[in-house]
């Protein structure tokens, strides 16, 4: 990586890396020098020394502010070390808003709140551009990791509700209704070769997946289910658009646990968690899918995201089985 490039920090909570902040961090390695726990903490050294490197010879700080983010003392602490290398003319700090508001944001860091952010529900391509153009012009004065003008703020309300026009024009159209058609089908590709994959390189945990789709009415629909040990399943249900409008159409994430009654042969599936997901279809013809909190996910992010709670379950059981 080439040493001129500007050096970024990324700081965040724990809770936040699936599915944003990994795949950010992977994003802006493209085009800057990151730090990164999972790049740049080396295998036993020490996590203090290696974060105040960090915070000591970067150019710019990425904060992902999140709820989890406001109740760590790590966080806080690594905030606290790029507040102290800004100046009146030198803004180092770059705020992503990851599911939270102004008021939440205000509540934490009012100086915060006043600093243009990006916003992680608006996908990590759109992150990235942000950092990109804010390096690019943070060294003009009251320049664009401030808050900058009432006027500039005007023009991105007014952009953000043309976005918003031509996004709803496209949703109610057989064009829209194409385009997350064949995102559904790109998504349920991705998680078919995943569990292809896992089910090779992990032989012990028995993964097997069945695919399958049912002509319905209104809507048809289409189902992946992937199966593991200890009776967890995950289950991707989506409902597909209809011809001229992408109404009806959506996700469900489900993973299951088919728990077997001791005394007796029946069996019981137990909900473990849901995860709903409805498209959001872009101005410029993009697909991305958004949960109940608002947040946007790329295809192979929500692929990701699913094989991850798979895991998570399994990892559980088998933790459990292991206590007994």
């Given at each position: 990586?080439?040493?001129?490039?500007?050096?970024?920090f990324?700081?965040?909570a724990t809770e936040?890396?699936?599915?944003?902040?990994?795949?950010?961090?992977?994003?802006?390695?493209?085009?800057?020098?990151?730090?990164f726990?999972?790049y740049?903490?080396?295998?036993?050294?020490?996590?203090?020394?290696?974060?105040?490197?960090?915070?000591?010879?970067?150019?710019?700080?990425?904060?992902?502010?999140?709820?989890?983010f406001?109740?760590?003392?790590?966080?806080q602490?690594?905030?606290?070390?790029?507040?102290?290398?800004?100046?009146?003319?030198?803004?180092?700090?770059?705020?992503?808003w990851?599911?939270?508001?102004?008021?939440?944001?205000?509540?934490?860091?009012?100086?915060?709140?006043?600093r243009r952010?990006?916003?992680?529900?608006?996908?990590?391509a759109?992150?990235?551009?942000?950092?990109?153009?804010?390096?690019?012009?943070?060294?003009?004065p009251?320049?664009?990791?401030?808050?900058?003008?009432?006027?500039?703020?005007?023009?991105?309300?007014?952009?953000?509700?043309?976005?918003?026009?031509?996004?709803?024009?496209?949703?109610?159209?057989?064009?829209?209704?194409?385009?997350v058609?064949?995102?559904?089908?790109?998504?349920?590709g991705?998680?078919?070769?995943?569990?292809?994959?896992?089910?090779?390189?992990?032989?012990?945990?028995?993964?097997?997946?069945?695919?399958r789709e049912?002509?319905?009415?209104?809507?048809?629909?289409?189902?992946?289910?992937?199966?593991?040990?200890g009776?967890?399943?995950l289950?991707?249900?989506?409902?597909?658009?209809?011809?001229?409008?992408?109404?009806?159409?959506?996700f469900?994430?489900?993973?299951?646990?088919?728990?077997?009654?001791?005394?007796?042969?029946?069996?019981?599936?137990?909900?473990?968690?849901?995860?709903?997901?409805?498209?959001?279809v872009?101005g410029g013809g993009?697909?991305?899918w958004?949960?109940?909190r608002?947040?946007?996910?790329?295809?192979?992010?929500?692929?990701d995201?699913?094989?991850?709670?798979?895991?998570?379950?399994?990892?559980?059981?088998?933790?459990?089985a292991?206590?007994?």
């Amino acid at each position: 990586m080439n040493a001129a490039l500007p050096k970024l920090f990324l700081s965040h909570a724990t809770e936040d890396k699936v599915p944003f902040v990994r795949d950010l961090a992977a994003a802006l390695s493209l085009s800057f020098r990151v730090w990164f726990d999972e790049y740049s903490l080396p295998p036993g050294g020490s996590i203090f020394q290696s974060i105040s490197a960090g915070l000591a010879s970067c150019d710019f700080g990425i904060v992902v502010l999140s709820k989890p983010f406001f109740t760590k003392k790590w966080t806080q602490a690594e905030l606290g070390g790029l507040f102290a290398r800004e100046s009146a003319t030198s803004r180092r700090i770059i705020p992503v808003w990851k599911d939270v508001g102004f008021e939440e944001v205000r509540d934490f860091s009012p100086i915060l709140a006043d600093r243009r952010a990006a916003r992680a529900s608006d996908g990590v391509a759109a992150v990235v551009s942000f950092v990109s153009e804010a390096i690019e012009m943070a060294h003009q004065p009251d320049g664009f990791v401030h808050t900058g003008t009432v006027a500039t703020r005007f023009a991105e309300l007014s952009n953000e509700l043309q976005s918003l026009q031509t996004s709803r024009a496209l949703s109610e159209s057989a064009e829209g209704a194409k385009l997350v058609m064949r995102e559904q089908d790109a998504l349920f590709g991705l998680m078919e070769h995943q569990a292809k994959r896992l089910a090779a390189e992990a032989p012990q945990l028995a993964l097997k997946h069945t695919r399958r789709e049912f002509q319905c009415s209104p809507n048809n629909m289409i189902q992946l289910t992937v199966e593991a040990r200890g009776g967890i399943k995950l289950i991707l249900e989506g409902t597909r658009p209809a011809k001229n409008s992408v109404d009806r159409a959506r996700f469900v994430l489900d993973i299951f646990q088919i728990r077997r009654d001791r005394s007796a042969a029946d069996t019981k599936p137990v909900n473990l968690e849901t995860h709903p997901f409805t498209p959001d279809v872009a101005g410029g013809g993009g697909v991305l899918w958004r949960d109940s909190r608002g947040t946007k996910y790329q295809s192979q992010q929500l692929c990701d995201f699913a094989f991850q709670r798979l895991y998570e379950n399994i990892e559980r059981w088998h933790r459990e089985a292991s206590a007994h």
